[in-house]
């Protein structure tokens, strides 16, 4: 047995990792220094970015590449699929993408990264 992630965890390693990415950036902004005058406690944060190392050493090198790409045009670039609408621009999904269950595709209309909730 293989110890590759599925497939479906591919999106789940994606959307932990974008998540990471704008705690990340919210620290690294302006709000950052707002943030430690109000109290919070920053010292973890090189910590986060090592669990991010670690986490994207485990996504497949073309979808990382993939998604650091379109993360430079879109706040959220990895969206789930609702009643089968991209939920970043709320273009409908063609039906040939409906029986790619657990697949990680790109919107037509977008660009962003989409996974099947």
Same mark, same amino acid.
């Given at each position: 047995?293989?110890? @590759? /992630?599925?497939?479906?965890?591919?999106?789940? +390693?994606?959307? %932990?990792? #974008? &998540?990471?990415?704008?705690? +990340?950036?919210?620290? *690294?902004? !302006?709000?950052? @220094?707002? +943030?430690? *005058?109000?109290? $919070? !406690?920053?010292?973890?944060?090189?910590?986060?970015?090592?669990?991010? %190392?670690?986490?994207? *050493?485990?996504?497949? /090198? #073309?979808? +990382? !590449?993939?998604?650091?790409?379109?993360?430079?045009? $879109?706040?959220?670039?990895?969206?789930? =699929? =609702?009643? &089968?609408?991209?939920?970043?621009? $709320?273009?409908?999904?063609?039906?040939?993408?409906?029986?790619?269950? !657990? @697949?990680?595709?790109?919107?037509?209309?977008?660009?962003?990264?989409?996974?099947? %909730?």
């Amino acid at each position: 047995m293989s110890n @590759a /992630p599925k497939t479906d965890d591919h999106a789940k +390693l994606l959307v %932990a990792l #974008q &998540d990471i990415d704008r705690m +990340l950036k919210e620290v *690294e902004s !302006n709000s950052g @220094a707002e +943030l430690k *005058e109000m109290g $919070f !406690n920053l010292d973890g944060v090189e910590e986060v970015k090592k669990a991010r %190392a670690r986490l994207a *050493e485990r996504v497949p /090198p #073309q979808l +990382l !590449n993939r998604y650091e790409r379109v993360s430079k045009s $879109f706040d959220r670039s990895i969206v789930p =699929v =609702v009643q &089968d609408l991209c939920t970043g621009c $709320f273009a409908r999904i063609p039906t040939s993408f409906r029986y790619e269950k !657990n @697949a990680v595709m790109t919107c037509e209309s977008c660009g962003r990264i989409l996974y099947f %909730a």
